[in-house]
């Protein structure tokens, strides 16, 4: 087979390969534009809900991955790929994965985290073996768990409380802890978990500024819908086949991060099977382990866990969905 050619002629580079051949205009900078647009309507939600700190630690955490970024790439004699946005997009995914009061210098050590070890010292963007985002999570949460699950709601921080510490354990729980306690009558309104008036992190409580997010990159072809929504929907298969109401589903459905990592961390062009056969069956994995996790494991949260466990089977989830390559003789 020949191989790819690259021809100089008159200082003009061209590029000469097999048939097919795939042409778009789109670049990584458009794309991550669009999802920093798509995040825009949660931000502003979490600002409503949760004040300007929440303003401030979204800024602080997407300018701490541009200079992480920057740093690490200039001593590693790279080129500087800060202009792509990827690092800003990563920072505000971090930020919204957190409370918000979360020590501004915890927030930045998963910021450092995510760029530099997950990122860049797999090869930069498009090598990352996990959600960056995601893995800075996970590592806070390792870290810090008490202050991660210090989830204040918006109806404390207008009486000025400012941490569940001492706080009625009731009207400081999260939906998802009230669900594990087998506290139904307590849990909060579905039009105040839709909207985002519930404790929790700063980016998943408002699930209908989210799919407006979701829709806008759907029809900017961004993404595809087949992952949020098989995603979504096979957690809600599982869950009821795993012993939750019928009713309390929706709740479910509502609380923690399902709405957030499903549209805007199980998409991640880098970290979910490039087939769409294999994108189903990812979404399907995810949609399992995140309702397994939620209902049988000490943790009321799963879906960090479901799609880091993803990210790393996507090598083998290719490997068995890859198809034939054109002109291919079958074996």
Known sequence: MEKNINKKVDGSEYFVSLAPHIRSNDTVRKIMLD??????????????????????????????CVATEYITQKLMKKDIQIGDLSAVVTGIL????????????????????????????????????????????????????????????????????????GADMITSATPLKLIGQAAYEKLPSLFDMAIG?????????????????????????VISWEIPVIYVLVTAIFLFILGIPANIVPYELLAGGLILGACFMATDYATNPITRKGRIIFAIGCGFLTALIRVKASLPEGVSYAICLMNVLTPVIDKFTRTSAYGEAKK
Request: charged letters at 10%; a positive charge; glycine letters at 8%.
């Open 94 to 165: 971090i930020a919204f994965n957190v409370p918000s009061n979360m020590p501004i210098w915890m927030v930045m050590f998963g910021d450092i985290f995510a760029i530099l070890i997950v990122k860049e010292c797999f090869g930069g963007i498009g090598f990352n073996f996990m959600n960056p985002a995601l893995a800075a999570r996970l590592v806070i949460m390792a870290s810090w768990t008490t202050k991660m699950t210090d989830y204040v709601s918006p109806e404390m921080l207008k009486n000025g409380i400012t941490t569940t510490v």
């Open 197 to 221: 008036n519930i404790g929790g992190v700063l980016g998943e409580t408002s699930s209908i500024l989210l799919l407006v997010g979701f829709l806008y990159l759907v029809i900017r072809k």
């Open 35 to 64: 999802v920093i647009i798509a995040l825009v309507p949660a931000a502003i939600g979490s600002v409503y809900f949760f004040g300007l700190r929440a303003l401030i630690l979204i800024l602080i955490s997407a300018l701490t």
